[in-house]
């Protein structure tokens, strides 16, 4: 809706409930209101904000193609879904929740690769003997392209995962991995170890500014008197 | 894109038609391969780098499908399923179009979708005058379409192997620098671990297994590794054996006992990948820096020189043209000669016209050995902007 600051943020799991005690205890009641089966809210006394419940992953669309002007969601989701993420938002509030880091993970067994650098000739070695490229598989496939790139590590092919990715490997989907872990208990349970130099990114949930979204001067207002009254 | 004027696509139409004419006539046959690529085979051998750049989809189906990003495999592909071995003397050329998303978005020098004229050559045993047609042929093409000022870049992985190979060190040494050749970072990286002893004896395998493994035994080595991970309680999940991992751990080790690469060598193959000289200075700059090493790069020097006389006599002007050791494609299979024509109003970083040699891919897309292989591609639009057709 035209005029409204538009605040997107997650429509289920702990993901949402962690979101509205994070702006309950800021003094922003969410209240869903409206027709919309629960999708659309407002902030109970502060007038002009829309609240729009969106599943995580595409907040991040709508924060990059300004269809949403304020959003919390992962920074994992943004840096995957934007290239240029520095450019296209603005970190304004990390929120403290959703503490994940993406790894690049390996089989624990394979006690000859350490670190990216061994990747890359084990990669090598692998296509020698296979005849085909190492698999990663990962929902990530923008993060690893940019991380394997930037380590100088070629010789891959992605295979989309969207779930159970840990499982890849003794799956014989995949030789390794590039997921979220917390405490790499689950890693561990598949068999899997992380890289020593394999960490891609620390995440956590944070409050995020659309950069092309129709701001004016009095949504930046809202914007604002919604990070301030976050940050205290 | 936004569609294109019918006049520049009429441009573009007759400009093709002139490419193929001066192909056809040389005796390249002109086919059409498939635009609609199966991914898997096509997303193996072109690399990450391009696979990130090509459209991939999947078919009602199921089978994951992408469009070409270069005509060079399709080529390839139909080539093979012609001749199984592939080691059939063939001449092909062809013109249509390929696709590549544009990170950033698509612009005139680079569109996502453009059209390519080119031409491949296959299994033709001397490979220094298949390496000159080539490129005469491309250069006689893009002068016929109109283009009578550009500039010629060349590059020759041959002499660079040929550099690795007359310098002592293993083997497998040669192949990571070759590896590594494409990313300037990473070949400097690896250069340097080389040289330093600290560097090849700090890695982080287990001591108890370091000392057990004997470069001489290899035999012994698998069953070292399998007892290592079996004491250690470390499931081998996944396709990788215990005899992979033994080769690799049995490379490491003997690094650790091997001398480092002297440092003068080091240096020389900088200079080597720092050089940059009118082609035809090349090879004696190239000397020069052999000289104090005593080393003689014999057969691949000859080759370059060979082949510069018979781009002279088909020709091309050498005396302007310029070689860079470290010329760099963004596609990873070239393994020898390769060449860019490229013009001021565009720069280099957007050549018109660009191939070499690429004699592992054949067998890469499946033929049973490596057969030789040199081709070319016309960016047609970018010919066609320069030579101020079909204003867009």
Known sequence: MSGHLILALPSKGRLMEQCAALLERAGLTVVKSGPARGYKGEIAGLPGVEVNFISSSEIAQHLKNGTAHLGITGEDLLRETMADCDERVTFLHPCGFGQTDVVVAVPAAWIDVRQMFDLEEMALNFRRLHGRRIRVATKYMNLTRRFFAHNGVTGYRIVESLGATEGAPAALLAELIVDITTTGATLRANGLKVLEDGLILKSQANLVSSNGAPWTPELRNLEREVAARLAV | ?392
């Open chain 2, 1 to 392: 894109m936004p569609a294109e004027a019918a006049q520049k696509v009429e441009a573009l139409a007759a400009q093709a038609q002139r490419l193929m004419a001066t192909f056809t006539r040389a005796d390249y046959e002109q086919i059409a391969p498939a635009i609609i690529q199966p991914a898997g085979l096509f997303l193996d051998v072109i690399g990450e780098n391009l696979r990130a750049r090509t459209y991939v989809f999947t078919d009602p189906d199921g089978e994951e499908l992408c469009l070409r990003p270069d005509l060079t495999v399709p080529t390839c592909r139909l080539h093979l399923a012609r001749h199984p071995a592939g080691d059939v003397p063939a001449r092909y050329c062809y013109s249509g179009p390929a696709f590549r998303y544009q990170p950033g978005g698509p612009t005139s020098a680079h569109p996502s979708e453009f059209r390519q004229a080119g031409i491949e050559s296959f299994a033709a045993t001397d490979r220094e005058k298949d390496d000159a047609a080539v490129l005469a042929l491309t250069v006689e093409a893009v002068r016929e379409a109109g283009l009578a000022r550009f500039d010629l870049r060349l590059g020759d992985l041959g002499l660079f192997n040929a550099l690795l190979d007359a310098l002592p060190m293993p083997q497998r040494w040669r192949r990571r620098l070759r590896h590594h050749f494409w990313r300037p970072e990473a070949f400097r990286a690896e250069l340097a671990r080389l040289t330093s002893r600290e560097a090849l004896q700090a890695r982080g395998v287990p001591r108890e297994l370091m000392d057990a493994l004997d470069p001489d035994r290899p035999e012994a080595a698998p069953n070292l590794v399998e007892g290592y991970l079996e004491r250690s309680g470390l499931e081998l999940v996944g396709t990788r054996t215990a005899h992979e991992i033994a080769g690799r751990l049995l490379a490491e080790a003997a690094d650790a006992r091997e001398t480092p690469l002297p440092s003068s060598a080091a240096t020389l193959i900088e200079g080597y990948t720092a050089l940059k000289a009118p082609a035809r200075e090349a090879a004696a700059r190239l000397e020069a820096l052999l000289g104090p090493h005593k080393l003689d790069l014999g057969a691949a020097l000859a080759a370059f020189r060979r082949r510069l006389d018979l781009l002279d006599a088909a020709g091309i002007d050498t005396t302007s043209a310029t070689f860079a050791a470290e010329f760099g494609r963004d596609l990873e299979y070239y393994t020898g000669f390769v060449f860019e024509i490229v013009v001021p109003e565009l720069g280099p970083r957007s050549p018109v016209a660009g191939g070499g040699r690429y004699d592992d891919l054949l067998a890469d897309v499946g033929a049973p050995t490596k057969v030789p292989a040199v081709g070319a591609c016309i960016h047609t639009e970018r010919l066609l902007a320069v030579l101020g057709g079909g204003a867009a």
